[in-house]
């Protein structure tokens, strides 16, 4: 719109004036009801003016019009000018006096003539016109029955003119004969509709398969290229027994590519769990090892463990990552930092970390543990716990044994017998002909002591017919009429069970780590024990040694072993000084009921009374126990909360990180480090296994 003479638009451009005063407001034109969101001005041509006017917007009364002009360039495209003409004359002769040509941006209310929004109307779709248009409304849209098209405006003059358009073949119908034609056209939107339903419904049943079938793939450490044969598997089995849905397992695409993305996307929403949890965890601790795998790459895992308000633990791989260079305590400083950092973990809320006993990790000064803590107390003045792996500090007391005469010719002979393969098939053949429950020998591995017990047994079951064989073989075979050899080994036999017992105990998925220095407390016990009644001998706890002892008839003595006994309850005792460091806390934790008050942290004692003078409390403790106990403390409690979630979240052992490189190294396995480990890791180890591809 113009209210300015057309000469004015068609002279010469004159440069902007930069006028600025930012405490000017919009101006507002009272006299016709609109709202001015932009003014400009620009200068007419050979126009002069004071110079004063450049440092300020210039702002005059003109009638009920309040205007405010910043002179602009002519040049820049314009919003729509004021019609001005309504103004008095004298007034309209004031504004074109100045040296200026004006523009403005404006609005009006909505109700205007100008502008309108449909949906503001609010108008309702009348029933009628289904029979007289041939239309209908699905889902708040006006859809033609004719052409299924959408009309977009609920006017009876948009759907008449619509209809317009097919009237000349639709008019014919009339009475009955439309009515049915309606119910006919209506009919067919609803089956076109429940096709496409039915088509989507079908789509989104085959990728939800797919993505279950992908889980179950890497949950089992299966190559991917085990999708092909599933599919395969799924429609023999689908034609056989549902012939007509076959093409529903025809849609589940699990080609080799396909079966990655979607375990990568599994790991990446896994990912994004953690990152939005950890704003809820009240208290967490990590686990960190370092490995390498089978092609002879470093490996750095850790895996996180944290409790939230509602005492629910959360155990999961947080990264495996690689370690193409040195792996120093510095190293795996930096790697573990970035990583809480990524995830947005509350540093100040980690309590303990856990680590194998490696130089790296335990070193004084720069090892991995030593330069976090550093940190942390730098950060938040912060200490956290050092848990050394409970279940590593168990293996290494059991080297003071210390039978190397037993297990040397053991291993003599498995050697023998495995390292050729004449000779295993002979064995098997052999113990075949024997009709034995063994089938052969397993190798022994020095660094699997849970092998050793296994190992053992076997040998002691096979000894006669290992000794049989042996003598055909020409083979030394006189350490096996050795009594003294052999009641050596009926006692390593009975003892490595016993030591294996408890290592398989420690193991497993979110243990309490009080629970796990119990158990070590418990054997410590047992130790004490079978000193005492080996120096007497009573071999009730030892039935290997005990069947010996009866085959020889009683002419062989055990007491020497309590010595062994006596050794391996002094290492016992000598480690698991971290643990032992928080035996009052873990006191605590576990029997609040029957804990003395004066042994209880000043900050929590006027809690503890209170809980211990509850009866419905204490009747919660008998019935639930620990840690399912906590989930009913009630919120006031705070300070013994907090304390709760601290102990729950401790790793007690590096098992996890130790069950992940137990598959990494499988040798049927090949790992791409920039794929596997960096993608679908997290989610592959949830389930205890990892993916893998051929």
């Known amino acids: 719109m113009r209210g300015w003479p057309e000469s004015q638009e068609d002279e010469p451009e004159t440069p902007a004036v930069p006028v600025q005063n930012p405490e000017m407001s919009p101006p507002a034109l009272e006299g016709f009801g609109y709202t001015v969101e932009t003014m400009r001005a620009a200068m007419k041509?050979?126009?002069s003016f004071d110079g004063k006017l450049a440092e300020a917007k210039i702002d005059f009364q003109v009638g009920s019009l309040t205007i405010s002009v910043q002179p602009v360039d002519k040049r820049n495209d314009r919003p729509p000018q004021l019609e001005l003409q309504h103004l008095p004359a004298e007034e309209k002769e004031k504004l074109q006096a100045l040296p200026f040509v004006f523009s403005m941006s404006i609005s009006k209310p909505s109700g205007s003539k100008i502008k309108r929004k449909i949906a503001d109307e609010h108008r309702i779709f009348q029933v009628k016109w289904e029979l007289e248009y041939f239309c209908c409304e699905i889902k708040d849209k006006i859809i033609c029955l004719i052409c299924n098209n959408t009309i977009n405006v609920p006017k009876l003059y948009n759907i008449k003119r619509h209809y317009e358009q097919h009237k000349s073949k639709y008019?014919?119908?009339?009475?009955?004969?439309?009515e049915e034609k309606l119910k006919e056209l209506k009919l067919g939107v609803k089956k076109q509709q429940s096709m496409f339903s039915k088509v989507l419904q079908e789509s989104e049943a085959a990728v939800h398969a797919s993505y279950v079938l992908s889980e179950l793939i890497a949950k089992h450490s299966k190559p991917f290229t085990d999708g092909d044969f599933i599919k395969e598997c799924l429609m023999k089995a689908g034609e056989i027994v549902c012939p007509g849905n076959v093409k529903a397992f025809q849609s589940i695409s699990l080609s080799r590519n396909t079966v990655a993305e979607r375990v990568t996307d599994l790991a990446a929403n896994l990912s994004d769990q953690i990152k939005a949890k950890s704003s809820s965890f009240e208290s967490f601790s990590i686990a960190c090892d370092e490995s390498t795998d089978i092609s002879g790459k470093a490996q750095l895992a850790v895996f996180l463990r944290s409790c939230d308000k509602n005492f629910n633990i959360f155990e999961e791989l947080l990264e495996l990552i690689p370690m193409p260079g040195t792996t120093t305590g510095e190293d795996i400083f930096t790697c573990v930092f970035g990583l809480l950092q990524k995830y947005n973990l509350p540093l100040a809320k980690l309590n303990s970390v856990a680590t194998d006993g490696a130089p790296s990790m335990t070193g004084k000064n720069k090892g991995f543990v030593a330069l976090l803590r550093k940190k942390l107390s730098e950060i938040h003045g912060s200490n956290i716990h050092h848990m050394h792996c409970i279940i590593h500090q168990e293996v290494l007391c059991t080297k003071v044994i210390n039978m190397e005469n037993v297990l040397s010719y053991i291993k003599k002979v498995i050697n023998f017998i495995r390292s050729r393969g004449l000779n295993q098939r002979q064995f098997t053949a052999f113990l075949s002909e024997l009709d034995s429950e063994y089938s052969g020998l397993s190798y022994y591995t020095e660094v699997r002591w849970l092998s050793?017990?296994?190992?053992?047994?076997?040998f002691w079951d096979l000894k006669?017919?290992?000794?049989?064989?042996?003598?055909?073989?020409?083979?030394?075979?006189?350490?096996?009429?050795?009594?003294?050899?052999?009641?050596?080994?009926?006692?390593?036999?009975?003892?490595?069970?016993?030591?294996?017992d408890l290592n398989l105990s420690l193991q497993g998925k979110d243990h309490i780590i009080t629970n796990m220095f119990d158990i070590i407390k418990a054997f410590k016990c047992q130790?004490?024990?079978w000193e005492k009644q080996l120096k007497n001998e009573d071999l009730t706890h030892f039935p290997t040694c005990s069947m010996n002892k009866s085959s020889l008839d009683d002419t062989c003595s055990y007491q020497k072993y309590a010595e062994k006994i006596a050794n391996l309850t002094t290492e016992f005792e000598t480690r698991f000084n971290d643990f032992s460091?928080?035996?009052?806390?873990?006191?605590?934790?576990?029997s609040i009921f029957s804990i003395?008050?004066?042994s209880v942290p000043s900050h929590m004692q006027m809690e503890v009374i209170e809980i211990q003078c509850n009866s419905n409390l204490k009747a919660k403790f008998i019935e639930v126990g620990v840690p399912e106990f906590y989930k009913y403390?009630?919120?006031?409690?705070?300070n013994t909360r907090k304390f709760a979630y601290e102990i729950i979240s401790m790793f007690g052992s590096t098992y996890r990180c130790e069950q992940l490189f137990s598959v990494m190294k499988d040798s049927a396995q090949s790992w791409d480090s920039n794929f596997h480990i960096k993608k679908f890791q997290p989610f592959a180890t949830k389930e205890k296994y990892l993916g893998k591809e051929n």
């Not at 050793?452 to 076997?458: G, T």
């Not at 460091?581 to 576990?590: I, N, V």
């Not at 403390?633 to 705070?638: H, K, T, V, Y």
């Open 452 to 458: 050793c017990s296994k190992i053992l047994k076997q």
């Open 527 to 529: 130790l004490v024990l």
């Open 45 to 47: 041509p050979a126009a």
């Open 171 to 178: 008019n014919n119908y009339e009475g009955l004969m439309r």
């Open 464 to 500: 006669e017919e290992i000794c049989q064989f042996l003598k055909t073989k020409n083979q030394d075979v006189s350490l096996f009429y050795d009594p003294i050899w052999i009641q050596d080994l009926s006692f390593l036999v009975d003892i490595t069970k016993h030591l294996t």
């Open 633 to 638: 403390l009630p919120a006031r409690f705070e």
């Open 596 to 598: 003395s008050i004066d």
């Open 581 to 590: 460091s928080l035996e009052d806390k873990f006191f605590l934790f576990s």
